[in-house]
Structures are given as C-alpha cells and as structure tokens.
C-alpha cells in the first residue's frame, strides 16, 4: 500500500540555525499537506501544495513539492523556540478508488536557545 | 465556535472492556477521520467516512469499530479485541473533496490498566 517516510525522524538545532525535513511517498500523490503538532498538542494544518515542483513560503518557512509529486520538503530559516513540535506531512492519492491521506511519520524538532 | 470535540480527554480502561471515544464537529464537514497517535510515533489511519452511513478501514482497523449515523458525529470503540490500546486518539474532519485541508479535534488519551 501507499507509505510516505519522512526524515529525520528527529532533529536537534541551536536557535538561529536552518532545518529542513523531507517527505517521500512511494506513489505519485495529488497533492500534499504540511501540518504541525506541538507538545501536548494536535497537528494544525500550514499549508497545501498541489502543482508540480510547486514553491510556497510563510515567513520563515519555505514549502516545495516535487516535480514528480512524490516528494516534498519544508525547510524552516533562523529557527525560533517557537518552531518546535513535530512536523508532519500528509499525502493525498486515490487508494482503491477512494480519496485519502496518509501521514508521514513525522519529524521531531527541538530547538535549543 | 466550530470545530471538533473530542471527549473525553483522557480515560483510563481495565483490560476486558470495550470503550466508546466521542467526536462531534460543527464544520458541516462530510469526510470524519479517526487516527491513532503512540507516544513519538506519527498518525495512523484507523476509520474514515466520506458520507454518513459510509466508512472505510484504515490502516489499523483491528480491534476498533466505528459508526456514522449523523453528519456531526463518528464514535469510535476500542473493543477488547485490540491488544495495545494504550495511545492518543484524534478525530478529524475535511470537506471531503480533494485537497481540503483536515480539522483536528483536540485527542483523546486512553490508557489500559
């Protein structure tokens, strides 16, 4: 069946330093999903993608998606305390003629000030 | 305020004993989702149901039951049949259609004891 891994599976960064985490499915997806889960907390989604070797930024945040569609990344600028949580991507395909989404299985980021 | 509500938030289950987890949304959203969360783990699809009277087995749909008699609301039971029920449970919403993006309730703990 349709997996999407992401790595790493954890990351350690000093504030101010760069991060970015990559998301790979095994099947060519529609579109896919970024969504952020803090501490304690429930994922919240942050953004969509759905052309090939589409570019979205949010600030510090810069979204791409592959041009094959079966890969993305997120890389996050100059990381803050605030970054942290565990980012997880969401691919959505049609799977056995029904459309769904299948989480990545996450990345965990920690920032240290 | 819409959104989804989850309850309760945690609850604690004797070994044996079948256990019923609430979710209610007001998003007049079609599509509800059930995923399971363990402890630094990513989500795993349990249920889903695009319409009401309709759902499909996710991933991990052993030992867990579901029901979708009204729009607003998709209970989920563990029943005794699943081994290692001791997770964080999140309920979740979409419009349905492709690329919308997926509302998360705030979870539910369950612990076996």
């Known amino acids: 069946g349709q997996q999407v891994m992401q790595i790493p599976q954890y990351q350690h960064v000093q504030e101010g330093e760069d991060f970015t985490t990559y998301c790979n499915s095994s099947?060519?997806?529609?579109?896919i999903q970024w969504y952020k889960q803090r501490p304690g907390g429930h994922p919240v989604f942050l953004i969509q993608l759905v052309k090939s070797g589409e570019v979205k930024k949010q600030k510090r945040l810069t979204f791409q998606f592959g041009e094959a569609k079966k890969n993305s990344s997120l890389h996050i600028t100059a990381t803050q305390t605030t970054d942290v949580g565990t980012y997880f991507c969401?691919?959505?395909?049609?799977?056995?003629?029904?459309?769904?989404?299948?989480f990545g299985t996450g990345t965990r980021l920690k920032v240290l000030a | 305020d819409g959104g989804i509500t989850q309850s309760p938030k945690y609850l604690f289950r004797k070994e044996g004993q079948n256990v019923t987890l609430s979710c209610e949304q007001n998003?007049?959203?079609?599509?509800m989702y059930w995923y399971r969360q363990d402890p630094g783990q990513g989500l795993r699809l349990i249920y889903y149901?695009?319409?009401?009277?309709?759902?499909q087995k996710g991933d991990i749909a052993e030992g867990y039951s579901v029901s979708r008699e009204k729009k607003e609301s998709f209970p989920l039971t563990v029943t005794s049949a699943q081994k290692n029920p001791t997770a964080f449970y999140l309920c979740?919403?979409?419009?349905?259609?492709?690329?919308?993006?997926?509302?998360f309730g705030e979870g539910s703990w369950l612990t076996v004891v």
């Open positions: 979740a919403s979409s419009r349905g259609k492709t690329g919308n993006t997926i509302y």
């Open positions: 099947t060519t997806l529609s579109n």
């Open positions: 969401a691919g959505g395909a049609l799977t056995s003629g029904t459309y769904k989404y299948i």
């Open positions: 998003l007049n959203h079609d599509a």
């Open positions: 149901s695009q319409i009401v009277n309709d759902f």
